[in-house]
């Protein structure tokens, strides 16, 4: 049996390198892949306390984020693809008509 | 499946039902006839909004799996997002025309936010909050995007997403740390299990934290606000004048029921970083706002401003002694705000022109001889902000102070008052453009923006007359507590 440490532990990992990626790559699609990871991070962490709390509450969550995470991902692409059409890039730094 | 969940969610699952409704039939609705979408959207948010008010004499309560709560507070946000939402429809149906997007879509994907933000106001555990926060944000990124082609809609669109994501993120991994700590999702187990079980003291204040990160970059908190300028300058006006005032009246009424319902007693913990959320969201808001000079972007910082102040409310969250000034103050400043801040962007959207301009201080100039009526309004809206008396701002801000002194926090009221005497400058500024400077600004024909001005322009005025009944309703409005 793994202790529950090790799973919080990865976890965090996960976590982190999604925050870290979302702040310093520039790809969109790179960022939305950090996102994926942090919100995974989160479902990790769900199902090792599930299984540590012999809860089925931890698990029932971990549905409902993927529903929810595959919706993110239906609308994220379609925004992508829209502006991959008028700019043929995807790259956050070139975000740039709108500035104060 | 029992009685007391259908009875509390009710009125967002008729507003629900009728979004997919309206879908449907808006197939059948032709593209130059949809005023008509329009009109169905608004019956609907109206009859959600009757079904609301005729629960206003049921008890609190929550259902058997503690998911949902129904008590004033709940009730009295939930009048309030219906109420922006319909002004939501009366901002857009003229400016979509206008800007040829006029796309059924627009009025459904609306009533599926505000049913997001019903479900906030009334949910009672963390990974409800959740779902509600992920089913008002989704159809908010499509709609900051609806203006395509346009690059700035676009890139609005996809910065909003990105950001918004990432909040989503914080909070999801908040509410696994806080689930770990505790075994509990629902707000009144936290708060039980809080007292009596021992619970890991890092990882629940972690979790803590990074929950309260994730609904500071929704309500856009300094230091996490750096998107609020840009996707509320890219978005069409409407969809922004919406998200300004409701996702932001969503925020914090989900912040303010999860501090005061679940973690009261960690208030020690929580009450400094809150102050300095609030004490920066002021200072960073109202500075950021005067070197602007599109009305948007300023209005975009007056917002982020205004969430400092509305930050200041949550501050003394645990002293149960002030408890019931916490939420009225918090819920009256709300009501000011959204009257205050939907007038404006009705203004503002008014005053936009086809292809996106018509937004710099300068198209202001001379709207108090071309357009009196809609220069009046607009005084009110920007002496109300500024919380000149005679105007809900004034009594708003008025509550708050009395409740951060009374909660002991006076540097945080003094803070805030040197805030709103700089905040004059900016607002007072666009006043000295509509009267004092010679210009010939053209206004679109759009009666219903001019109605919703001059209407909320009224009710801020007038119900400055009466705040007590408008206090009274706010305080007896109360939250229920575990």
Redo the contacts between chains.
């Keep these: 049996m793994i202790p529950l440490a090790y799973y919080i532990a990865l976890s965090a990992v996960m976590f982190t390198l999604g925050v870290v990626g979302v702040i310093l790559r520039r790809n969109a699609l790179v960022v939305f892949m950090s996102l994926e990871l942090m919100f995974n991070a989160a479902n990790l962490a769900f199902m090792a306390f599930a299984s540590y709390y012999q809860a089925l509450s931890g698990q029932m969550f971990v549905i409902f984020v993927m529903a929810v995470a595959a919706a993110e991902v239906a609308v994220g692409l379609a925004l992508m693809v829209a502006i991959f059409k008028a700019k043929k890039a995807v790259d956050v730094d070139e975000m740039s008509s709108l500035k104060g | 499946m029992n009685s007391d969940l259908l009875t509390i969610l009710l009125p967002t699952l008729a507003l629900t039902g009728w979004a997919l409704l309206l879908l449907l039939v808006d197939l059948w609705i032709p593209r130059e006839h949809k005023g008509i979408t329009a009109v169905l959207a608004a019956a609907g948010l109206a009859a959600a909004l009757g079904l609301t008010l005729s629960q206003g004499r049921l008890p609190a309560m929550t259902d058997s799996t503690v998911m949902v709560i129904s008590d004033g507070y709940a009730l009295f946000l939930d009048v309030l997002f219906l109420a922006s939402g319909l002004a939501g429809v009366a901002l857009a149906h003229e400016y979509l025309k206008r800007a040829n997007i006029a796309n059924g879509e627009y009025y459904a994907l609306l009533l599926f936010s505000v049913a997001g933000m019903m479900l906030m106001a009334h949910a009672y555990n963390l ?1 409800l909050i ?2 509600a926060l ?1 089913l008002l944000s ?1 159809p908010l ?2 709609l900051s ?1 609806i203006n ?2 346009r ?2 809609s ?6 909003y ?2 950001l918004g ?2 909040s ?3 909070v ?2 908040g ?3 806080i ?2 700590a505790t ?1 509990r ?1 629902d707000l009144p187990g936290i708060f039980a299990a809080l007292q009596s079980a021992p619970v890991n003291p890092v990882i629940f204040i972690l979790g803590a934290v990074l929950l309260l990160v994730g609904l500071a970059y929704k309500v856009s908190a300094v230091p996490f606000h750096m998107w609020t ?2 996707v509320y ?2 978005a069409p006006t409407p969809v922004t004048g919406f998200m300004a005032v409701a996702v932001k009246a969503a925020g914090f009424a989900v912040l303010g029921r999860i501090l005061m319902a679940a973690f009261p007693t960690v208030g020690k913990d929580l009450t400094p970083i809150l102050w300095a959320l609030a004490a920066l969201t002021m200072l960073v808001g109202n500075l950021a706002a005067i ?4 009305i948007k ?1 300023m209005l975009a910082y007056s917002s982020i401003a205004h969430a400092g102040y509305l930050l200041m409310a949550l501050v003394p969250f645990s002293n149960r002694l002030v408890n019931s000034d916490v939420q009225a103050s918090l819920l009256f400043y709300l009501v000011a705000y959204a009257l205050t801040g939907l007038g404006a962007w009705a203004v503002v959207t008014a005053l936009e022109k086809q292809n996106g301009d018509g937004l710099k201080l300068e198209d202001y100039a001379g709207l108090g001889k071309s357009h009196p009526w809609l220069a009046l309004a607009m005084t009110v809206f920007m002496l109300s902000f500024t919380g000149i008396p005679l105007t809900l701002g004034f009594w708003g801000k008025f509550y708050l102070f009395r409740t951060a002194i009374e909660g002991g926090f006076t540097l945080l009221a003094v803070i805030g008052v040197v805030t709103s005497l700089i905040s004059a400058y900016y607002y007072l500024r666009v006043l000295m453009y509509m009267y004092m400077r010679a210009g010939s600004p053209s206004v679109e024909r759009a009666p219903w923006l001019q109605v919703t001005a001059v209407a909320a322009a009224l009710a801020v005025v007038l119900i400055s007359f009466i705040p007590n009944v408008l206090l009274n309703l706010a305080g007896n409005s109360l939250l229920l507590l575990p």
């Design positions: 990974i959740f779902l992920e989704i990124y499509i995007g395509r082609p690059l700035e676009e890139e609005s669109a996809l910065k997403f990105l994501a990432f989503s993120g914080f999801l991994y509410t696994a740390l689930y770990g075994a999702t300028p840009d300058e890219g070197t602007q000079k599109s972007r």
